[in-house]
């Protein structure tokens, strides 16, 4: 079992930044991959970023690459997403996730373990 607990969402104006982290508690945070989903009143879940065990490969919805950064410190058991230049359509509630998949499993039932969700809201 793991248990993942997200912290650092909030309201930003566009343009503003805010930065997620996701702590891990329970089997070894190392043996699994981390990704950030996220979900909009009225929508399907959706992936946002993964990062590989070791931390060495990333990726990223289109929508987000140059303004997300996804990381991770493994001995702190936690997992950050860095979100800059933030727009109103970035508003939802984002959720960390691990998976025992290798590499950069990007599916949602690829996941076994989810935090509670943060939310993010950008205004314009």
């Known amino acids: 079992q793991v248990q993942l607990v997200e912290s650092g969402g909030g309201l930003v104006q566009a343009g503003g930044s805010l930065r997620l982290s996701c702590a891990a508690s329970?089997?070894?945070?190392?043996?699994?991959?981390m990704g950030w989903f996220r979900q909009a009143p009225g929508k399907e879940r959706e992936f946002v970023a993964v990062?590989?065990?070791?931390?060495?490969?990333?990726n990223y919805r289109d929508s987000v690459k140059g303004r997300f950064t996804i990381s991770r410190d493994n001995a702190k058991n936690t997992v950050y997403l860095q979100m800059n230049s933030l727009k109103p359509e970035d508003t939802a509630v984002y959720y960390c996730?691990?998976?025992?998949?290798?590499?950069?499993?990007?599916?949602?039932?690829?996941?076994?373990?989810w935090g509670q969700g943060t939310q993010v809201t950008v205004s314009s």
């Open positions: 990062i590989s065990q070791s931390g060495g490969i990333t």
């Open positions: 996730a691990a998976s025992s998949t290798i590499g950069i499993p990007m599916g949602i039932s690829q996941y076994g373990y």
């Open positions: 329970g089997r070894t945070f190392s043996y699994y991959a």
